[in-house]
């Protein structure tokens, strides 16, 4: 019931009470937050997104803890040798994956939004493109792409090029992929005898390295080197 003395809100000017102020001032405070969340979901989705470095496996161009941000809308076929690219390593290395249920998901993509990519999510450069002949090695030691020997400055110091022999002609839409640590890099060379022989699908390229946003100390874009590679 309601007294002579009860709030109503006033018909003229559509005045509420304390009560109903109180409920729009909490709405208020839970769209908000709401809003930001989905537009960083979408923004992270479809157009950048943050990946930590987990591994030595990029030394010296990206270091353990270094972050990242990887744009998501370049298409494989405007990739270039020398990128450096993050891509989902589940179909081409043949990674088992674990169903992490409902609550795992949730706390995966929240994970996924300060940086935590997913255990299967790897950072390579890529070394030949569709088409490609990638062979090692050149009499002097070096790659070889389609007959012409690669320099290749991003290599961490004291490695050598490759300490495994390969010769691969890629098919189309399909990526070679390689650490710039090669003794210390599980890439397209540990799978060279599996289905596919450890080359990348195009539909797998989650985005290329745009820039590295910490330590600030070394901000900035990671080393692509793309005059260190032969034309096409």
Not at 71 to 89: E, K, M, N, S, Y
């Amino acid at each position: 019931m309601t007294g002579p003395d009860a709030v109503q809100p006033d018909e003229r000017t559509g005045a509420r009470g304390p009560a109903a102020q109180g409920r729009g001032h909490r709405l208020r405070w839970l769209v908000g937050p709401a809003v930001l969340l989905l537009l960083v979901i979408v923004v992270r989705g479809f157009v950048v997104t943050p990946f930590a470095i987990p591994s030595g496996s990029m030394e010296n161009t990206l270091l353990v803890g270094d972050r990242i941000l990887v744009t998501r809308t370049t298409d494989p076929a405007d990739l270039q040798r020398g990128d450096i690219i993050v891509f989902d390593a589940t179909r081409a290395f043949h990674l088992k994956t674990v169903d992490r249920g409902v609550l795992g998901s949730l706390v995966g993509a929240v994970e996924s939004l300060v940086g935590q990519g997913q255990e299967t999510d790897y950072v390579k450069r890529l070394i030949g493109l569709p088409g490609d002949r990638v062979r090692c090695c050149a009499a002097d030691g070096r790659l070889e792409v389609n007959g012409t020997p690669l320099d290749e400055p991003y290599l961490k110091p004291g490695q050598e090029p490759s300490l495994t022999r390969f010769d691969v002609t890629l098919a189309p839409d399909r990526f070679w992929v390689m650490g710039d640590n090669r003794g210390d890099s599980a890439d397209s060379r540990s799978h060279l005898g599996d289905p596919g022989g450890g080359t990348l699908p195009g539909d797998d390229v989650i985005g290329k390295v745009w820039v590295r946003y910490w330590p600030l100390d070394r901000l900035g874009s990671p080393d692509q080197s793309p005059a260190a590679v032969p034309a096409r």
